[in-house]
């Protein structure tokens, strides 16, 4: 068993892999470095250099390949979920996990991060807040098709959502794990 973090960009899913793996004593991946590592170079270039679908293709095999472990954590990319096959692969891997914030934290969150712009490319033509906006209703559908849990991360600390996710899992701490 796994468990699987969705969800938009900027909702957490990487600090809180990594919180949870702490407490479970289990082991955690980020899907997008994983992509990054495999094809040698960013997101951000993969899309400039080699489009779209090619990125879509390298992701949905790192999410199988990863989704075949056990006892792992993943923060999914936000497009993840996009491919039935991805969706059908996470929800028989373990529990799915949907991360949620309104677009306003969406933004605030991206803004403040630096490595956002470098690494994450535009999905469309539309400007940040806009392209937030739209991406986040056009996946709501998947996302809540691919969740098994939903959990609002607005105003919360990671180790509030922590005891959260597991407490809604019903999945024991190890022994030593963090409190």
């Known amino acids: 068993m796994n468990i699987i973090l969705i969800g938009y960009r900027a909702t957490g899913k990487t600090t809180l892999a990594r919180l949870l793996a702490e407490r479970l004593g289990w082991e955690w991946i980020d899907a997008d470095v994983e992509i990054e590592r495999r094809a040698g170079k960013s997101i951000a270039r993969i899309f400039a250099e080699d489009g779209e679908p090619v990125f879509r293709d390298l992701e ?47 933004h605030a969150r991206m803004s403040g991060d630096a490595t956002t712009a470098a690494r994450r490319p535009s999905l469309t033509d539309r400007g940040a807040w806009e392209e937030i906006v739209h991406l986040l209703q056009k996946r709501e559908a998947v996302y809540r098709e691919t969740a098994h849990h939903q959990i609002d991360t607005e105003g919360k600390s990671p180790e509030v959502l922590a005891g959260e996710i597991l407490e809604k899992l019903h999945i024991p701490m190890v022994p030593g794990g963090a409190a």
Request: glycine share 8%.
């Open 60 to 106: 949905a095999q790192v999410i199988a390949d990863l989704c075949r472990r056990d006892h792992w954590v993943l923060a999914a990319g936000g497009g993840a979920p996009l491919r039935p096959e991805s969706r059908r692969i996470m929800r028989e891997s373990g529990p799915v996990v949907w991360l949620t914030a309104s677009a306003e934290t969406i």
